[in-house]
C-alpha cells in the first residue's frame, strides 16, 4: 500500500506450530530481513560460508624457502640474506636453514690441500678413510711435466672441494718400477673401494687441462659437487690422445700396492 515495495519474504520450506506461534526456517544460504539485521548487532553467529572467507583471507600461506631461491648460486642466496628484513619470516626462516646447513658443511670440509701420502699409511689413509669420504690420490713423478702441471692443478680442486679428500704420492715409491708413460696416474676411492684409476692426463683434458676440466672428471665419478652445466674438456679433448680410464677393483689394485715383487704393469 501506498506504493512502497517491502522486501519478499523468503519460502519457507518448514513451517511447525507451538501454540500461537509459527517458525519459519529458510533455505540453507538463505536469510531472512531479520536475521541480517541480527547479525549486524552481532546477535546471530556469521554464516558457514562467511566464516571460511574470513579464515581463509585470515589465513596467509607462507612460501617455501627452499623453491623460491631454488637455483640460485650461493652468493645470490647470501646476499639475499643480508639484505633481508629482520621481520620477514621467510627469509629468517631460510636464514636459519642455511645456518644449519652451513655447519654441517663445515664438520665435512675439514681438508683443502693435496696431503703427501707414504705407502706404509696407503690402507689407513687412503682405503679405509674412503669409509668416510672420498679419497683421490694423484700417483705423480717431479720430472713428468704433464704430471707436475696436473699437481698444480690438484691443489686448486682441492682447495674449492674441501670435503674430498686429496692424496699425491711418487707413482715408483707406491708401485716398484711403475712405468712412467702412465704417469700421472689418478685414482678415485669410495666405500673401501678404487671406484676408477684414470691414466694419463688426457683424461682431464690434455696437458693443458684447467681445474674445471678436473673438477668436472671427478663430479661425473661422484667424488665432488659441481655447478659446471657442461663439459669444460669437450674442445680439448678433440686433440687430446692417451685418456684411458681403468675401472678396477679395490683388492685388485691393494694388492698392486702392497705387493713387493709386482713389476707394475698395467692391469686392465
Known amino acids: 500500500r501506498g506504493g512502497a515495495q517491502s522486501r ?4 519457507p520450506v518448514k513451517m511447525s506450530n507451538m501454540g500461537s ?3 519459519y526456517t529458510a533455505p540453507k544460504g538463505q536469510t531472512t530481513e531479520w536475521d541480517d539485521i541480527q547479525r549486524k548487532l552481532g546477535n546471530l553467529p556469521p554464516l558457514e ?3 571460511e572467507e574470513e579464515e581463509e583471507e585470515e589465513e596467509e600461506v607462507a612460501p617455501d624457502p627452499e ?5 640460485k648460486s650461493d652468493d645470490e642466496i647470501d646476499a639475499l640474506l643480508d639484505e633481508a628484513d629482520g621481520d620477514d619470516r621467510f627469509m629468517e626462516e631460510y636464514r636459519r636453514k ?3 646447513q652451513m655447519k654441517e658443511r663445515a664438520k665435512k670440509e675439514v681438508f683443502g690441500i693435496v696431503m703427501p701420502l707414504v705407502k706404509a699409511d696407503y690402507v689407513r689413509e687412503v682405503s679405509e678413510a674412503s669409509n668416510d669420504v672420498w679419497v683421490v690420490v694423484h700417483l705423480h713423478q717431479d720430472y713428468i711435466e704433464p704430471s707436475q702441471h696436473l699437481a698444480n692443478i690438484m691443489g686448486q680442486v682441492a682447495a674449492k672441494h674441501r670435503a674430498c679428500k686429496f692424496m699425491r704420492i711418487k707413482a715408483d715409491t707406491c708401485i716398484e718400477d711403475y712405468p712412467d708413460r702412465h704417469v700421472p696416474t689418478v685414482l678415485v676411492y669410495k666405500d673401501n ?3 676408477a684409476r684414470l691414466v694419463g692426463i688426457g683424461n682431464f683434458g690434455g696437458k693443458d687441462c684447467t681445474a674445471k676440466g678436473v673438477e668436472w672428471v671427478l663430479a661425473e665419478l661422484g667424488a665432488v659437487e659441481t655447478d659446471l652445466e657442461s663439459d669444460p674438456r669437450e674442445r680439448r679433448m678433440k686433440v687430446a690422445r692417451g685418456a684411458d680410464v681403468i675401472r678396477t677393483s679395490h683388492a685388485d689394485y691393494d694388492h698392486e700396492v702392497s705387493d713387493e715383487d709386482d ?3 698395467d692391469r686392465r
Open 193 to 195: 673401494d678404487c671406484k
Open 21 to 23: 506461534s509459527t517458525t
Open 67 to 71: 623453491a623460491e631461491l631454488e637455483g
Open 8 to 11: 519478499p519474504r523468503p519460502k
Open 49 to 51: 560460508d562467511e566464516k
Open 98 to 100: 642455511r645456518m644449519e
Open 263 to 265: 713389476d707394475g704393469g
